[in-house]
C-alpha cells in the first residue's frame, strides 16, 4: 500500500493535526490523493489511529511504537497491538523520538514477521548506510538542522540527497524519501530529480491555511 513515489504526512501532536482536527485533515489528504491519483499516506498518534482509520481509505502509519513485546511496560505500545489494530506502517526513529540501534533492529525484523512496512528515519549519509543494513523498506533521510523551517533538503543540501542514496544502494536496494524543510511542489520535484522516491512532511501541511491545497501543490512535483 505504500507505493512510491509517495507523499507521506506526518501530523506530530500539532493541534491542527490531533483529535477531531486529526479526522478533518485525514479527510482532505485523501481527497487531495484521490483527485491526483497520485501516492499519500498519514503518520498519525496512537490515540487518533482508530478513529482516523475508520474515516479514510489512504495508508495509516503510527508515529512511534515500542521496542518491547507483551509484559509489565506501562505506557507502551508494542508491534502485535499495532497489528492488530490494522496499521499500515510504522515510523522509527524519528528525530523526535530517537532510539538505540539495537531497538530500531528489533522493530524491523518483528515488524517484517508481522507484515508490517517500516520507515526508518535518519539525519545523515552515514547513518542512512547503517541502517540500509537492517533492510527496512523505507529510509527517511532528514538533515535535523532543516526540520520545520523554511529551506528544504533538497534546495539546501541536495548533496545529502544524492549522497545518501548513493550509501544506501552500495549496502542494500531501500527506497529513500527525504524531509526537512519540504512546502512546495518544487521542492519535491527537485527530491525526485535527485533520486528520492517521495517525501516526509509535517508543518508544511499540517499548518496550512488550505491543506488540501497544500497537498496538491506537493503532489505536482511527483513526477
Do not use: W
Amino acid at each position: 500500500m505504500l507505493d512510491t513515489p509517495i507523499i507521506i504526512v506526518n501530523f506530530k501532536l500539532y493541534s491542527q493535526a490531533s483529535g477531531k482536527n486529526a479526522i478533518a485533515l485525514a479527510k482532505h489528504l485523501e481527497e487531495a490523493a484521490l483527485e491526483s491519483g497520485k501516492n499519500v499516506a498519514i503518520a498519525v498518534n496512537s490515540l487518533d489511529f482508530d478513529n482516523v482509520k475508520r474515516e479514510v481509505n489512504i495508508p495509516v502509519l503510527l508515529q512511534h511504537v515500542d521496542a518491547v513485546g507483551f509484559g509489565a511496560h506501562t505506557g507502551r505500545i508494542n508491534l502485535e497491538l499495532a497489528k492488530e489494530h490494522g496499521v499500515d506502517g510504522i515510523l522509527i526513529n524519528h528525530s523526535e523520538r530517537r532510539l538505540k540501534i539495537s531497538d530500531i533492529e528489533y522493530l524491523v525484523s518483528k515488524a517484517k514477521e508481522l507484515g508490517i512496512k517500516t520507515i526508518v528515519c535518519t539525519n545523515n549519509p552515514r547513518v542512512s548506510g547503517a541502517i540500509a543494513a537492517l533492510e527496512p523498506n523505507f529510509i527517511a533521510m532528514e538533515p535535523p538542522e532543516l526540520i520545520g523551517g523554511d529551506i528544504s533538503v533538497s534546495k539546501a543540501r541536495p548533496e545529502a540527497i544524492t549522497e545518501t542514496i548513493e550509501v544506501v544502494k552500495r549496502v542494500k536496494d531501500v527506497p529513500v524519501l527525504v524531509g526537512a524543510g519540504v512546502k512546495s511542489g518544487e521542492d519535491v520535484r527537485k527530491a525526485i530529480e535527485l533520486g528520492a522516491k517521495g517525501v516526509l512532511v509535517a508543518s508544511g501541511i499540517t499548518k496550512a491555511k488550505n491543506p488540501k491545497e497544500a497537498t496538491l501543490d506537493l503532489i505536482s512535483g511527483l513526477v
